[in-house]
């Protein structure tokens, strides 16, 4: 049961930390020890909101590795930056199913609490955008903006029990907003080649007669598509809302009833591009020029119990001191 399982004082526990090989010239490897110490504060960080896991064991460690920064979709032509996060994995106890008289941690049952440095990470959505660029930039969609917390915007999914904010200089962004202009222009040009690769394999076809009838109809699924993003776009145009930021339902949307646009509490997320401007070259590659917190918890394993997830995350959105870590931002 929940107040069974509650009782379980659990521990903090360090693991491995993971270095992936990188150009000195992106962080020289004396200048590796900075990050782990800001790694360290961030676990400080999360002690001082979360000191006692309850009815949870926690692992944590740090994860280095070089990226790219506003780069195009074949991250060739990017920024270098030193890219790193803060790990910490809580692994739920439960009641062993056939041994009534013993609980353990549950390896596929767990909350997470991470930071992202210089790295957009958990505000992007699982869906990849592998071919859109703006800009010869490459496009992330982000997850929808459900709420506020301590003054900064949620992302998150609703009924999905994970969330994210972004941390980052006041008054700049490391994101820039794709407009519903920029994203209905290219869904012409998509369109366009995807239906003309759809039909070319059928111009092939020694059958006159089903080609015809095969391009016709591809034909005339693209032409609906095209007429229901030119109503869109005049739409929008009319509310003036084509340099606003394009808040998509999916990607692509070919079916019928489906909106194209969409407010983040109806599904809506926000395409964006990396802002090559925001990254200082003449900072530390260690330095967090921005940051992504991250938190997932767990309540619906009600035979495992399920109270220790709720308790971490109202536990940490109560006590997280988040003005500490924003005062991390270019330190």
């Known amino acids: 049961s929940d107040s069974l399982l509650m009782t379980i004082k659990g521990k903090y526990t360090k693991g491995n930390d993971v270095v992936y090989p990188s150009p000195a010239s992106v962080l020289p490897m004396a200048q590796q020890p900075e990050v782990f110490r800001r790694i360290g504060l961030m676990h400080n960080l999360l002690l001082e909101a979360y000191p006692q896991p309850l009815g949870l064991e926690a692992k944590w460690f740090g994860k280095l590795s070089n990226g790219t920064f ?8 990017g920024i270098l930056v030193w890219m790193y ?4 994995t809580f692994l739920s106890y439960t009641c062993v199913q ?9 390896a596929d049952v767990y909350d997470h609490f991470n930071v992202f ?3 957009i990470g958990a505000l992007q959505n699982d869906f990849k955008l592998d071919t ?16 506020s917390w301590k003054g900064y915007d949620l992302y998150g999914s ?13 008054g700049e962004s490391p994101i820039t907003p ?11 040009r998509y369109f366009n080649i995807f239906f003309e690769n759809q039909a070319k394999p059928m111009r092939e076809m020694a059958d006159r007669q089903l080609r015809d009838e095969l391009i016709n109809k591809v034909n005339g699924m693209k032409e609906d598509v095209i007429k229901r993003y030119q109503a869109e776009w005049k739409t929008s145009s009319d509310a003036n809302l084509l340099d606003s930021p394009a808040e998509i339902y999916s990607p692509f949307t070919i079916t019928e009833g489906t909106p194209i646009f969409a407010s983040g509490p109806d599904g809506g997320k926000m395409l964006v591009t990396e802002n090559p401007a925001y990254i200082k070259k003449d900072l530390p590659k260690y330095a967090p020029q921005f940051m ?12 495992y119990g399920g109270e220790q997830g709720v308790y971490f995350k109202k536990t940490l959105e109560a006590h997280f001191p988040i003005e500490k870590l924003q005062a991390m931002i270019d330190k």
């Open 158 to 170: 609703p009924g999905e029990g994970f969330r994210a904010i972004l941390l980052k200089r006041k």
């Open 132 to 147: 859109m660029t703006i800009n010869s930039r490459k496009v992330y969609m982000l997850n929808p903006v459900v709420g």
């Open 178 to 188: 794709v407009t519903r202009k920029e994203y209905l222009e290219y869904c012409f």
């Open 70 to 77: 506003a780069d195009d979709v074949n991250f060739s032509h």
């Open 98 to 106: 056939n041994k009534p008289n013993e609980v353990a941690p549950l």
């Open 117 to 119: 440095v210089n790295q």
């Open 292 to 303: 992504v917190l991250y938190w997932k918890w767990t309540s619906d394993f009600p035979m």
């Open 85 to 88: 996060f803060y790990s910490c």
